[in-house]
């Protein structure tokens, strides 16, 4: 059997919050709290994974990579900048306005974060 991830916890002071913020910027559908697993909120990102925000008092934020194709990445940077919402091209820069024009991994790559701390990584090919 091929190894696939399945999903991946995300904590967030406020798993609802977190949720929202990330479908919104992604693209993804919002469905709400899990029906089965009510401590999470999932978003689908894919056949094969989902992100499951959880809230917890004391979030330690999470480093997620994407790899996006080119025209989903213009689609993010536009919300982005739509909702005023900080972006960089370095980790510990992700609100210095700037998109990486030659990622290691990628042609292009941008970094943002949400109000718990969570690191969002985008590569394009």
């Not at 894919?46 to 925000?53: G, K, Q, R």
């Not at 091209?89 to 109000?115: I, K």
Request: net charge negative.
């Amino acid at each position: 059997m091929t190894i696939t991830l399945n999903h991946t916890i995300v904590t967030a002071a406020d798993n609802d919050e977190a949720a929202r913020f990330f479908g919104a910027v992604m693209g993804l559908d919002y469905t709400g709290v899990h029906p089965n697993a009510r401590h999470f909120v999932p978003i689908r990102v894919n056949d094969a994974l989902t992100v499951d925000f959880m809230s917890v008092a004391y979030p330690q934020g999470h480093h997620l990579a994407f790899d996006v194709d080119a025209a989903t990445f213009d689609a993010i940077v536009d919300r982005l900048d739509a909702r005023e919402i900080p972006y960089g091209d370095e980790p510990g820069h992700p609100d210095n306005g700037r998109v990486d024009q030659n990622h290691p991994l990628g042609s292009r790559g941008l970094y943002f974060s949400d109000s718990s701390g969570n690191l969002y990584e985008l590569i394009s090919p």
